[in-house]
């Protein structure tokens, strides 16, 4: 489907902040659905953040306020913003692609779902 890069992981203080970064290898501005996923040990993957083609952008209740979600469909990327983080935020984050469509030269098909590989995020002091 489409390929999805992120970076900007590490480990950070609480109260830090950390901007991560996802490039996808296709143009977004087609993909229904771009976010940001989070998954601690042990426990599910869920929702962070997500931001849509029509301009709608949703965030997970605890980081609402901390996080801002950026979806650039001009260079493809969706970025977030984590300001003051916490010990609880710490996870693997992966970058989500849903929906919509894409096209690659000439060609397009309808999209379903594409993650990436995630990138540990770790608030310790």
């Known amino acids: 489907q489409v390929q999805l890069v992120e970076s900007g992981g590490g480990l950070v203080q609480p109260g830090g902040s950390l901007r991560l970064s996802c490039a996808a290898s296709?143009?977004?501005?087609?993909?229904?659905?771009m976010a940001w996923y989070r998954q601690a040990p042990g426990e599910q993957r869920d929702l962070v953040a997500s931001?849509?083609?029509?301009?709608?952008?949703n965030y997970k209740d605890s980081v609402k306020g901390r996080f801002t979600i950026a979806r650039d469909d001009a260079k493809n990327t969706v970025d977030l913003q984590m300001n003051g983080l916490k010990p609880d935020d710490t996870a693997v984050y992966y970058c989500?692609?849903?929906?919509?469509?894409?096209?690659?030269?000439?060609?397009?098909?309808?999209?379903?779902?594409?993650w990436g590989q995630g990138t540990q995020v770790t608030v310790a002091s």
């Open positions: 989500n692609a849903e929906g919509g469509s894409f096209c690659r030269g000439s060609v397009c098909s309808l999209h379903e779902t594409s």
């Open positions: 296709v143009r977004i501005r087609n993909i229904r659905l």
């Open positions: 931001a849509s083609m029509y301009g709608g952008i």
